[in-house]
């Protein structure tokens, strides 16, 4: 089992910075991929950014995010800058590996981004 908690969520002016973490405890590894997902009022869920020897971002944050990860630490980050509006959504942290491959996910840090 694996178990995800997200931190640093919270509101923040458009054209600020956030940065969000995520503690993995259990049998995580540093093979399992991890990453960050969102979802705003009314919309599905979202990728954001995944790291897993490779890195990939959602289009719409590529440029102003950054996702990193802490293999000793087994904690993920997420740094955002120059955040809009758009960007306002639950952060759900996630990730992929062990026997079955099975999927985790954290309980989720809300993100408010508005003047």
């Known amino acids: 089992q694996v178990q995800l908690v997200e931190s640093g969520g919270g509101w923040m002016q458009p054209g600020g910075s956030l940065t969000l973490s995520c503690a993995a405890s259990g049998s995580v590894s540093s093979s399992y991929r991890m990453g960050w997902y969102r979802q705003a009022p009314g919309k599905q869920r979202e990728m954001v950014a995944i790291?897993?020897?490779?890195?990939i971002y959602a289009d719409s944050v590529k440029g102003r995010f950054t996702i990193s990860r802490d293999n000793v630490q087994n904690t993920v980050y997420l740094q955002m800058s120059s955040l809009k509006p758009e960007d306002t959504a639950v952060y759900y942290c996630y990730a992929r590996g062990g026997i079955g491959n099975s999927d985790y996910w954290g309980q989720g840090t809300q993100v408010t981004v508005s003047s």
């Open positions: 790291i897993s020897g490779f890195i």
